[in-house]
């Protein structure tokens, strides 16, 4: 197991977290550190997820708030369970 961090969380109310290596591939059992207070858990990958991308750190439904940094980011427009990538095809910002 890796002791460098797959995915870092911002805050603890964050709802997904941000890829931190290349390559990770689906069924990769990722260390996640939280930012704020530098705990860590872990969390499986469900798909191949690119650099800096998103993942669902619990199950996000079409409308729900995605939350990073601790704060509001934009809107599911399409359902992402735990562990799942959230990008373009399922989450938009509330601006545009």
Known sequence: MSNHPHLLVHDHEDNVGVVVVEGLTAGTDMLCVVTHDNSDFRLTANADIPIGHKVALKDLKEGDT?????????????????????????????RW
């Open 66 to 94: 995605v939350i990073k940094y601790g704060e509001d980011i934009g809107k599911m427009v399409g359902n992402a369970g735990t562990g799942d990538h959230v990008h373009t095809h399922n989450c938009k910002t509330k």
